[in-house]
């Protein structure tokens, strides 16, 4: 089973791949060959708090920091 985007981005901040508080830009210079720019802004967005996923019941993943400014939870 592969990991969801968000697990990847998780896993890079502690290994300094992207800084610890981090864009959509520093996520697509890592992960623009596997994920599209559109999926990565809707990753960040879903699994942020308050966001669509967190809604659902999953676990925050991130935290917005100010607009476009995501940092790892």
């Known amino acids: 089973m592969s990991e969801s985007l968000a697990d ?4 890079s901040v502690p290994r300094e791949k992207i800084p ?7 996520v697509r210079s890592l992960f623009s ?7 990565i802004r809707t990753v960040l ?6 966001g669509n ?7 925050a993943r991130f935290r ?3 607009e476009g400014l995501y940092e790892v939870l």
Do not use: K, L, P, T
């Open 33 to 39: 060959h596997n994920f599209s720019e559109n999926h």
């Open 20 to 26: 610890h508080q981090f864009r959509v830009a520093d």
């Open 45 to 50: 967005a879903n699994y942020a708090e308050g």
């Open 8 to 11: 990847r981005i998780v896993c």
């Open 64 to 66: 917005r920091v100010s």
């Open 53 to 59: 996923m967190v809604s659902r019941g999953q676990r």
